[in-house]
Every structure is written in C-alpha cells, then in structure tokens.
C-alpha cells in the first residue's frame, strides 16, 4: 500500500484540494497515456482510459477536469497534452534529485530500475551505517556515511529521500534527512515514521501488499 | 501504488462490498494494531487508531463497523479482539503459500524481508528463465526453470505469485502463472498486466510511488 501522512491541510487556496487516491489516479493516467503515445495514439477518450486502467468513466472525466478544459465532447483528449498537464501538475515536468539511505539488495534494485530516470528521477547520492560499505562504488555512487549526509544533501540540492533501512532504524535515518533537507520521504522500512509538517511521506509496505492480494484472493474464493 | 484491476464485480452476496480503499486501510489498522498488542495495549479507541495512521475518526468507525459489533461506546476496540477480527476478514489466518518469478536484485530483498513470514506469506519456489540462475540457491530455495512451473504450483498448492521480472516478460510471466494454477499476482514489473476473471491483481509500480512523492512535495511547497 501507499500512503501519505503528511498531505497538507486544506487550505485557503483557489485550488480544489486533491485526495490521495486522484493523485495515484494521474500517475496511472500517465503512465497510461505515456505507452499510448509510444505506439503513436493520439487522441483517447475518458471511457478508453478508464477501461485501461480499471476506472470508471465519470472518475475519469471528474479527475481529468481538475487539469482544465482539455476534453473536447465526442472527440476525447489529445493525448500530449494531457501528459503535459498532467506532468505539469504533478510537479514532475521538471527533474528532481533523490538520495538513498541503506544499500542492500532493495536498494541495488532501486538503483538499476529505469523507471526512475525515465520519469525524471535521479539518484544523486547514497548512505549507509556500515563502514566496509562506505567507500564502495554501487552504479556509479560512492556510499557515503550518514554524517556526510547534511553537507551532500546541501551540494547537491536533493529534494527526496528513500529509505531503505531496517525498520528498527528506519525512524532515526528519516530525522536525519529532515535535518539536512530533504522534504519528503519514500519510505520502504516496515514502520510507521512521524515526520515534522511540511516533510512528505509516502510509504511502502510489501507486506502489506501481499496482504491485499491474499484478501482479494481470498474474496474471490467466497463469490 | 497499488491497485486491483480484477476487483470481483459487486455481487448480489449478503455482505457489503468493501472497496479497494478500505482494504488497504484494513492492513494498516492490523499493522498498527499488532505494534499496539506488542506494546501491551489492549484497548483502543477509533480516534487513537486515527491519529496514529491520519484517517478521520468517522472514516475508522464506518470501516471497523463492516467486521461486527466489536467497539464499546466510551471504552473502544480490544486490540485482540479486532486484530483476530480483521486477519480472519482479511483471509490471513491461514497460511499462504507464494511463488516468486525472477530472481533479480528485488526478489532478493523480498525474499529477505522478515514480514511477509510473521504475516503468514510464504515463498515456496523461485523461477527465471536465465538458464545461469536456473539450480542456483537463494534463502534455501532452488530457482526453477519456467518449463517446471505447472509441476511445482501444483505439488506445492502455492496461489499467489510474486512477478519481478523486467515489463517486457511480465505478460507471459503472467500467464504462465495463472496457466499453472495460480489465483493472485504481485506484480512490480512496470507494466499493467491484464489477467482472466477470478485471478486477483496487486500492482506495485515503483515509479509512481516516487512519483507522488515529488507531488506531495511540489505541493506543500505550493501552499
């Protein structure tokens, strides 16, 4: 499961506020709408992504009208520039820098998806707690020690932090990037971590994954 | 994210259908519940469950209503009680048996995280397709060629399947794997699979979830 505990308060603003789930809508949305234009499709109507993705059409229109007025009745959505509002709205039609704390076997795997740069993601440092790993090279990356981690956040102006420590760890590592600056975190540790307002959270829990497939396994079983 | 693209269609069954959301809000009121019975705890109360997790008050009530009569007015759940409630809703007071496709970096650490075993998940064979790989052991498990797999599904009685294999190979993974018997998918390759009816779908994109973050961030910088 994903989850954020620290979407901002509603606000005064003009903007009508997101729930988590539409925010995890786009990313489909776009990573939908990214395949259909590598096969060349152009236009794509609600009913058409909605089908795709497991949504249903009226979701569809009323997530995809937060993004303004793209859809032209009978006809759908051009699809490039849906991507780029949504790519605008999102926050990510610009890069954003990561570092990685806890260099085990998930984090090698993190390191080598392609998903990441693909979507404008690069990771451009690494930490670990174990001194015969510091030093050593993981795709390009020194691992560092965790004191290093204020001064490279600093140099290298990285915004995110994924987590990859054990749970035990997992909470002391998160204040650790907080004090250095990092403004949200992606964490993988089974725990729940409390972060200061204005630090982001989205958290990852395999277990809680499986879990989800036994239960709609397990539904399934009881039609 | 994650999301279910075989959510069993409403049904004209005696118990309410629970949504995709409040699944997931379930593994997290277990998770929590089950910190909480470690620590001692033995009541706890909506809002306290609430807080702990950043779900409203109501929202806990409405979704703990749907496992029975279980909370006192003014005196709240008992811890117990609702953690036997939700893993026997859930369908994890049994054991379930997992087979894992592709035997990378990622499978390595899933093999490894501690959590799925204390949640009752168990790996019962691994799979690739390198012939390299194929007679090597990992945790104790020997990895399979893909030619074994309606054998071992079978003789193991596994239902659920792990797919960490590259987007290009998920599909046939995929339907290989329902081919061979299996009745649930985990899938972190970053491509939307499409399964028979009956055969439920957990998707883990890893990409979306660094994704969202960066809009978490984008966000509250915004505010």
């Known amino acids: 499961m994903s989850k954020s505990e620290s979407l901002p308060p509603s606000s005064g603003g003009s903007e009508p ?3 988590r789930a539409s925010v995890n809508r786009f990313s489909l949305y776009l990573r939908h709408l990214e395949r259909l234009a590598q096969e060349g499709v152009q236009k794509v109507s609600s009913g058409q992504l909605g089908d795709a993705l497991g949504i249903n059409d009226a979701q569809v ?3 995809l ?3 303004g007025n793209l859809g032209q009745p009978g006809i759908g959505y051009h699809a ?4 780029t509002a949504l790519r605008h709205r999102l926050g990510i039609d610009r890069p954003w820098s990561a570092v ?4 085990g076997n998930l984090a090698r795997a993190l390191l080598r998806y392609r998903g990441f740069e693909e979507q404008g993601f690069r990771f451009v440092a690494l930490f670990d707690a174990d001194p015969q790993k510091v030093g050593q090279q993981v ?6 020690g965790p004191d290093e981690m204020p001064a490279v956040v600093a140099a290298t102006g990285a915004e995110l932090g994924v987590v990859t420590v054990p749970a035990a760890a997992a909470q002391t590592v998160a204040d650790a990037l907080v004090a250095a600056g990092i403004r949200g975190i992606l964490n993988f540790a089974p725990t729940i ?13 395999l277990a809680v994954q499986l879990e989800q ?3 709609l396994v397990h539904l399934a079983g009881n039609e």
């Not at 490039?80 to 991507?83: A, F, G, Q, R, W």
């Not at 990685?100 to 260099?103: A, E, I, K, N, P």
């Not at 795709?139 to 560092?144: A, F, P, Q, S, T």
């Not at 971590?193 to 829990?205: E, F, K």
């Open 17 to 19: 506020r997101l729930s």
């Open 61 to 63: 229109r009323k997530d």
């Open 65 to 67: 009208a937060y993004l």
């Open 80 to 83: 490039p520039e849906l991507i």
């Open 100 to 103: 990685l704390v806890g260099v």
């Open 139 to 144: 795709d390009g990356l020194v691992i560092r």
């Open 193 to 205: 971590l409390r972060l200061p307002p204005g630090v982001s959270l989205v958290a990852v829990d």
């Open 213 to 215: 497939l036994a239960f």
